[in-house]
């Protein structure tokens, strides 16, 4: 009976620890390259909850996580990555952006950087924190994220970050820059899911 009391704590102590929420961008831990996504649902624009891993399933993913349709980084991250959706396709990989924002918002995103790409709202930052990615948003955001998320979130950012996955959910390559201002590029991305091919 010990043994099992102490497996569970310490089973409870780490998926305590995975999902905590870091002070500021800096401190983030992310999960792993080798390590499989936690099976976290996400809702799509048109409010259809789906699991992260059924999602990923379908094809390699490049999975986006970005802070939301009102950062202009974020819109012209996802827009520079949206241009070259066509290549990534060929290379056998769909593309899937994350955050905070509510379904409802999503689409604004999409509209306004043309893209031909799935969003999906983490609105209470579930997945964003079992990632690692999560920390606690200044003081100022409050409001704004709170309207963002339809009143689910108003503590946690993601760092923007991206991650290529397998069909399995299994990390193969993450990017993961506490700077927002700085983001993989297009061009960066392909080379990586070219040498990924090989």
Known sequence: ???????????LFSLTTFAQVAENAEDVTPIKIG???PNIEVTSLEGQKNSILKVAKEKPTVLLFYRGGWCPYCNRHLAAVGQSNEEIKKLGYQIIGI???APSKLNKSVTK???SYKLYSDGD?????????AF????KYSNMLLKHSDDKNSEVLPVPSLFVLDTNGKILFEYVNPDYKTRMSPEQ????????KE
């Open 113 to 115: 950087n043309k893209l």
């Open 99 to 101: 955050s905070p924002d």
């Open 1 to 11: 009976m010990k043994k099992f009391i102490v497996s569970f704590s310490v089973i």
């Open 189 to 196: 991305l392909i080379k990586t899911l070219k040498s990924l």
């Open 35 to 37: 390590e499989q996504i």
């Open 125 to 133: 930052a579930s997945l964003i924190k079992v990632m690692g990615i």
């Open 136 to 139: 606690k948003a200044p003081e």
